[in-house]
């Protein structure tokens, strides 16, 4: 059973993180961020936000990768699909070393933050506006502590700069 979630996410200067079920940017920096932070351990997703993924690409390689759909015959090849997010938190353990990451979309992101079980939360923020259609959820900070990680100025590959945050619940 999961007792505890980390989540990440990377928004824009208006809290977007999507449009037309796609990312916004190309930001290598923060793409490695993401793949090294989450290696090894478990990436929850919502549907869309799978389907959202090159066919390539998916699942992630090198993480469990787990889909929450609410259609009763949904499939994703090597993936695990659970249609709550309870079930999944009921039925997976975790080795020793694993966390299980929240990596969206909005939808998913909310569950997860309304859950409660959200001890730890890594942002992008990225000093730009994209013009989303989709927003990161209410995310109230007041019993957290923020760290920032890293920052990455804007350069030939990477048309914004961005600041890396951690958020660890402190009570
Ligand atoms: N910037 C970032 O860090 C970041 C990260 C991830 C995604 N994104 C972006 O976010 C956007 C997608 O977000 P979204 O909010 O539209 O979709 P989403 O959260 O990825 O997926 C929504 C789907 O999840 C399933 N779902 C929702 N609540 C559920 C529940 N309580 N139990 C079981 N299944 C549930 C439903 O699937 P069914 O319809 O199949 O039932 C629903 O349609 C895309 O633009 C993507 O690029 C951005």
Redo the contacts with the bound molecule.
């Keep these: 059973m999961i007792s505890n979630l980390s989540l990440?996410?990377?928004?824009d200067s208006q809290k977007g993180?999507?449009?037309?079920?796609?990312?916004m940017w190309n930001l290598p920096a923060d793409m490695r961020f993401f793949k090294a932070t989450t290696k090894g351990h478990v990436v929850i997703?919502?549907?869309?936000?799978?389907e959202?993924i090159p066919e390539k690409y998916r699942p992630l390689d090198g993480r469990t990768n787990i889909v929450?759909?609410?259609?009763a015959d949904?499939k994703a090849p090597n993936c695990l699909v659970?249609?709550?997010?309870e079930e999944c938190l009921n039925k997976l353990s975790l080795l020793p070393s694993q966390k299980a990451f929240i990596?969206?979309?909005?939808?998913?992101?909310k569950?997860a933050l309304e859950s409660n079980l959200v001890d730890e939360v890594f942002i992008?923020q990225i000093d730009k506006a994209y013009g989303a259609?989709?927003f990161?959820p209410e995310f109230d900070t007041s019993s957290f502590h923020k760290e920032l990680l890293f920052t990455q100025n804007a350069d030939n590959q990477h048309n914004a700069s961005f600041e890396v945050y951690r958020f660890i619940k402190s009570t």
Excluded: C, E
């Design positions: 990440i996410v990377a928004v993180i999507g449009k037309n079920n796609d990312l997703m919502g549907r869309k936000n799978y959202s929450l759909s609410r259609q949904f659970f249609s709550s997010l990596i969206g979309g909005a939808q998913i992101y569950l992008t259609d989709t990161f």
